[in-house]
């Protein structure tokens, strides 16, 4: 009887364990279907997160491509100007031409269209830097209508910082690095 009640057991026992064994089994399927629907939605998100940062970077591609020659020309009066012993000359020629490309790039800026599939609402973010770049290139232009020899930027510079931290902050969005656009177009 003992032997029988000892089979009896070990029987009971491994149809236990058997039996959770199944449900477990069921439970894996469900959690790697849940899984499964959690991990396409994340290379989904990721997808456009990578698809958002691509664009971002053509976006600024196509800014530099815009401006940087206007900019170079501001930036050769600016370093005319800081020279340790400034050439009068070569200060009023490149401050000529600083006047002319702060003119032709204030209008280019008015005129400037985002060319990315962004969201709209990062389309209006850009937009409302590049007014930023616009303020700046008229600030700089009427700083040197004043005066090429003595024009103080001061101003203008303020409105290139609010114009760079506007784009800097819809890079930190996207989780990209935030440029630093006057190195970018100089």
């Known amino acids: 009887m003992k032997k029988w009640l000892l089979a009896l057991g070990l029987t009971s026992a491994l149809m236990v364990a058997g039996c959770s064994s199944d449900s477990a ?16 939605t994340n290379d989904e998100q990721s997808n456009d997160e990578q698809a958002t940062k691509k664009e971002l970077l053509n976006a600024q591609m196509n800014l530099k491509d815009a401006f ?20 009068p000359e070569a200060i009023k020629t490149s401050g000529e031409e600083a006047l002319t490309a702060a003119q ?20 209006s973010q850009y937009q409302e830097a590049i007014s930023s ?26 409105k290139f910082t609010e114009f760079n931290d506007k784009l800097g902050e819809m890079y930190k969005e996207a989780g990209l690095l935030a440029p630093n656009m006057k190195d970018e177009l100089s």
Request: net charge negative; proline share 1%.
């Open 25 to 40: 089994e069921e439970d894996t399927n469900g959690d790697s279907d849940n899984q499964t629907e959690e991990t396409n």
């Open 68 to 87: 940087k020659d206007y900019q170079a020309k501001i930036a050769a009066y600016e370093a005319a100007v800081s020279e340790e012993e400034p050439d």
């Open 104 to 123: 032709e790039a204030s209008e280019e800026a008015s005129n400037y269209t985002v060319e990315a599939d962004l969201s709209e609402d990062m389309k």
């Open 133 to 158: 770049l616009q303020a700046y290139y008229e600030e700089v232009a009427s700083a040197l209508e004043g005066n090429v020899e003595e024009a103080d930027l001061s101003t203008a510079d303020e």
